[in-house]
Nanobody, 117 residues
Framework: QVQLVESGGGLVQPGGSLRLSCAAS????????MGWYRQAPGKERELVAR???????KYGDSVKGRFTISRDNAKDTVFLQMNSLKPEDTAVYYC???????????WGKGTLVTVSS
């Protein structure tokens, strides 16, 4: 059974940092491209970042230079380090893995990030 379990969300002030984690099970993790997407109220889900099995990364334009995606294949876990957070980063953040065309194949349940003073 495939499971992706996100953690690390919460309330943070503008300019602050958070680190999200996504623990995977039931998949051959090291061979998967893993991704983080987010969905704000009233908006479509959008790519935040993804990391391939060979550690190639891609970021959404709005988070470049502020967010960093990484993975630990020994722990079947992908991380999202979020720095210099802005109110517009407020969203539910979802972990996923993708197919070979980078289309998400399976989603976690999400973790809420709220950036507010």
């Amino acid at each position: 059974q495939v499971q992706l379990v996100e953690s690390g969300g919460g309330l943070v002030q503008p300019g602050g940092s958070l680190r999200l984690s996504c623990a995977a099970s039931g998949i051959d993790f090291s061979r998967k491209t893993m991704g983080w997407y987010r969905q704000a109220p009233g908006k479509e889900r959008e790519l935040v970042a993804r990391i391939s099995s060979v550690f190639e990364t891609k970021y959404g334009d709005s988070v470049k230079g502020r967010f960093t995606i990484s993975r630990d294949n020994a722990k079947d876990t992908v991380f999202l380090q979020m720095n210099s957070l802005k109110p517009e980063d407020t969203a539910v953040y979802y972990c996923c893995y993708t197919n070979d065309l980078y289309v998400p194949s399976h989603w976690g349940k999400g973790t809420l990030v709220t950036v507010s003073s």
